[in-house]
């Protein structure tokens, strides 16, 4: 029986799952009720069993033999059964960090060396050079169990019960792992300051422990207090126990050692405080340091995306792309930054994987430059990471560019599948919404409005604030967008979109339309390359009837930016002006660029209809002139 075990073990340990699920029902059989095993042992026979079905993704019948191992192991409790807690030993010292499935290398590392004789059932040694065996009689082992039940919960999207779990463990007996699963599940549910508690533990544990650093920074610690939490001394390769051994630092200094870790806690703290300029300057400090870091490339581009900087977050992009081509991270992001990149290309057919979300095939891009490198990204990501939320994200912003949105719609919502937290993902679906068919505005407009609420209480993005006033233009809530607007010119004072936001809010209003101009050219001035301005300050002179204003501004601009949409909205000024020639060329050369710009579809409708002696529709023509109702959200 106790070569079945470890072998078992062993087979666990080396992932070979499917040959330990038929040994595993062989040992759980052999072990019945009726047998000389005692309960503990047939209790740890069960939770092996039960970590092969979880390494096959079985996570329920996983699920159901933990139940039944904690279960023995209270009925062992109860008839006389004593629990093991003595300091020092193998499973006292394992809880510093045990690992997945049956235990890590630290775990192995910690039971290296020890005889089997340690009673209640535990197998140590053997097959593998110290293949070790999880202890039911010990407090330990029982909070080892308590885990992986919490880990099956959330792989089957159950947070409350695995909350219960993991909170029913002592704190004493939380591992790096307990308390780091424990923190994300609290942050995911805005349980903010349970979270920041168990990711504080985390960094009292490992203070290299990076996702910590970044979720302690966004739920609002302060750099002067993350700080604190790192190493005081010279950090040795070596258990927690023996941690305090090295050079001391000055009172209150974080070790030379440590200080890039510095460096990078107090850009997280930038970051969070949209004091993006220092944030940007100290990733610039480490990038000089670790300069092939492809970490420091994807979040210098997410602070640059996040003030609506595009062009300088796609060149970090292509930077981090560069460095590693196989990269799946924040490469969702850059997706939807190239979808203001449409212009001719081919389109040629790029099949999707068989994973049941699109019968057909991704197709051909949007366009040109992005459009191209849009086509090859999403190939590439469901290539190498069709697990991951952000391959799907790809292949919808892809679906964007060709304006298939209901193609579009169910790539997002098999991201959301794999996370439904997943930021880039709830941004294209809310974009998506904001682009749906005139004639369910309302209803729809609300439903993007909720969506970008959820991606609000993520993070503070400008294209969050974006989706939100658009949506709330569209409903329409005007009280609700101007508040909208507004916060976002506060968390962005230097963002000249995001004054413009204020702008197309005024634009609303028939008497407030002085007031929208004179934003729109303070937006300017911060920033003469601001399309969301220049495009706001042709609508105004258009409302107002002085279209040659607005050509003038258009045209300037096409100077920096000759997109299909800049061409769309001087085809449209040209036909309000009844200059139909110039209509009807600058609509053809948005068409040209990106044949799936529905504005410029509808536009050159209505100069056909007007060439046949109609009077078009001019309800349609107010409606596409506006800024926030026609064009791209990622602008």
Not at 595 to 622: F, H, Q, T
Request: with cysteine; net charge neutral; glycine share 10%.
């Amino acid at each position: 029986m106790d070569a079945m075990r470890e072998n078992l073990a062993y087979l666990i340990d080396q992932r070979l799952y499917e040959s330990a699920e038929i040994l595993g029902s062989f040992l759980i059989s052999a072990a019945g009720p009726g047998s000389e095993v005692s309960a503990i042992s047939r209790a740890e026979n069960l939770v092996l069993y039960a970590d092969a079905l979880f390494g096959r993704q079985e996570y329920r019948r996983a699920l159901n033999l933990y139940r039944q191992a904690q279960q023995l192991c209270k009925v062992a409790g109860h008839a006389g059964g004593s629990t093991r807690t003595v300091p020092g030993s193998p499973a006292t010292v394992a809880s510093a960090g045990l690992g997945n499935a049956i235990q890590s290398g630290s775990y192995r590392a910690a039971c290296a060396g020890v005889g089997g004789g340690g009673g209640g059932g535990c197998v140590v040694g053997g097959v593998g050079g110290g293949m070790s065996i999880v202890a039911l009689d010990t407090d330990v082992g029982k909070a080892e169990v308590r885990l992986r039940v919490a880990e099956c919960y959330v792989a089957l999207k159950e947070v409350k019960p695995a909350l219960t779990e993991l909170e029913a463990v002592p704190h004493r007996l939380r591992s790096l792992r307990l308390n780091l699963l424990l923190a994300r599940l609290y942050h995911s549910s805005s349980y903010d300051r349970a979270a920041l508690a168990a990711y504080k533990e985390c960094l009292r544990q490992c203070p290299f422990a990076m996702e910590a650093l970044a979720a302690v920074a966004q739920l609002g610690l302060s750099a002067k207090e993350t700080c604190a939490l790192l190493p005081q001394q010279e950090p040795l390769p070596s258990t927690p126990s023996s941690r305090g051994g090295g050079k001391a630092a000055g009172a209150g200094e974080v070790h030379e050692s440590c200080r890039w870790l510095q460096k990078y806690v107090e850009a997280q703290a930038h970051r969070t405080a949209n004091e993006n300029a220092a944030s940007l300057d100290e990733y610039q400090q480490l990038v000089s340091r670790f300069p092939n870091n492809v970490h420091l490339q994807l979040h210098m581009g997410q602070v640059e995306a996040s003030q609506g900087r595009n062009e300088e977050a796609m060149i970090h992009y292509q930077k981090a792309r560069t460095l590693d081509p196989f990269n799946i991270s924040c490469m969702d992001d850059y997706a939807l930054l190239l979808l203001s990149r449409r212009s001719p290309s081919s389109s040629s057919a790029l099949p999707a994987p068989n994973l049941q979300v699109e019968a057909g095939h991704l197709g051909g891009a949007g366009g040109g430059a992005g459009g191209v490198e849009l086509k090859r990204l999403a190939a590439e990501m469901l290539g190498v990471g069709a697990g991951r939320a952000e391959a799907w994200v790809v292949a919808a912003a892809l679906w964007m560019s060709k304006g298939e949105r209901g193609s579009a719609m169910a790539y997002v919502e098999k991201a959301l599948q794999l996370d439904d937290h997943h930021f880039p993902a709830l941004l294209a679906k809310g974009a998506i919404l904001l682009h749906a068919d005139r004639s369910e505005t309302a209803a729809v407009a609300a439903a993007a409005a909720a969506i970008f609420r959820r991606a609000y209480t993520q993070k503070q993005d400008l294209r969050v604030f974006q989706g939100l006033v658009r949506a709330y233009l569209r409903i329409p809530k005007l009280k609700e967008a101007i508040a909208a607007a507004r916060e976002a010119v506060k968390a962005f004072p230097n963002s000249a979109s995001a004054l413009s936001l204020l702008g197309e809010v005024y634009l609303q209003h028939g008497d407030s339309r002085d007031k929208a101009r004179k934003v729109f050219e303070a937006a300017l001035r911060m920033d003469s390359r601001c399309g969301a301005a220049v495009t706001g300050l042709a609508d105004a002179h258009s409302m107002d009837g002085r279209h040659a204003a607005a050509v003038d501004v258009l045209e300037r601009h096409l100077a920096v930016d000759a997109s299909d949409w800049i061409h769309v909205k001087l085809g449209f000024v040209h036909m309000a002006a009844n200059r139909l020639p110039d209509a009807l060329h600058h609509l053809q050369t948005a068409l040209s660029i990106n044949p799936s710009n529905e504005n410029a579809k509808r536009g050159l409708n209505r100069i056909d209809k007007l060439l046949k002696g109609g009077d078009g529709d001019e309800e349609e023509e107010e409606a596409s002139l506006q800024y926030g109702t026609g064009g791209p959200l990622f602008e």
